[in-house]
């Protein structure tokens, strides 16, 4: 995406290792891959955003706020690891607005952050490898058990996400998401590469008898 060269804003360091350049969308959230992520778009940079992305079936990347405002105001600085988007279904909200439903995709480190003329933030990224596949080890077969139960009750926000119940990475990210945690904790479990390392921080937050 072609950036303006007027006062850019700029974050990060050299860009020597860039696989991609891609929109940010900056949120007070965390996004995992294979999670989902339903928006309201209002703001004009993020209307031109869903509609580039949409019509080059692109990504766009979502990193979690760590000072600066989530809608209007400028963003100081964000985490230095997100995950991409990739936008599943677009409809108009009853407001007016339009809503997309999204699924997260893959994680990168962000090298660098520019803001275009629109306010539209620009980030040079660098993919993360995909972490291992991992079978679920027997000893956290109760969290595949609890996940079993808890999606169906999440409504139509989960029927899009597919079920990888015997999968440590898949368990891992869906209970991330779920629990009630901060967000630093929450980024904290984005940025390991470990599926099973992420496990065992959770496992003892969850009641045994779950």
């Known amino acids: 995406m072609r950036s ?5 804003q700029t974050e990060g360091g050299p860009a020597s ?20 992520l339903p928006l309201r778009i209002f703001e004009p940079r993020y209307v031109d955003m869903v509609r580039r992305c949409m019509r080059e079936d692109s990504v766009f990347g979502v990193v979690l706020i760590a000072a600066g405002a989530e809608a209007g105001g400028p963003i100081e600085s964000t985490a230095p690891v997100g995950t991409s988007a990739r936008i599943i279904d677009f409809f108009p909200l009853p407001d007016g607005l339009l809503g997309i439903y999204c699924l997260g995709a893959r994680k990168f480190r962000l090298l660098k952050r520019r803001q275009q003329s629109d306010g539209l933030n620009i980030g040079e990224v660098m993919w993360l490898p995909e972490e291992p596949a991992v079978d679920l080890p027997a000893e956290y077969e109760r969290l595949s058990r609890l996940m079993s139960k808890m999606l169906p009750e999440l409504g139509e926000l989960y029927e899009a996400v597919e079920q990888r119940l015997d999968d440590a ?42």
């Not at 303006?4 to 850019?8: G, R, W």
């Not at 350049?21 to 959230?29: D, G, R, S, T, Y």
Request: charged share 25%; with cysteine.
């Open 17 to 36: 290792a860039c696989d991609a350049e891609i929109p940010l969308f900056p949120l007070n959230a965390v996004l995992f891959p294979g999670g989902p």
């Open 169 to 210: 990475s898949w368990v891992g990210y869906r209970l991330a998401e779920i629990l009630p945690v901060s967000l630093s904790d929450k980024q904290d479990w984005l940025e390991l590469d470990d599926p099973l390392e992420r496990l065992a921080l959770i496992d003892p937050l969850i009641r045994r008898d779950a």
């Open 4 to 8: 303006s060269t007027k006062s850019p």
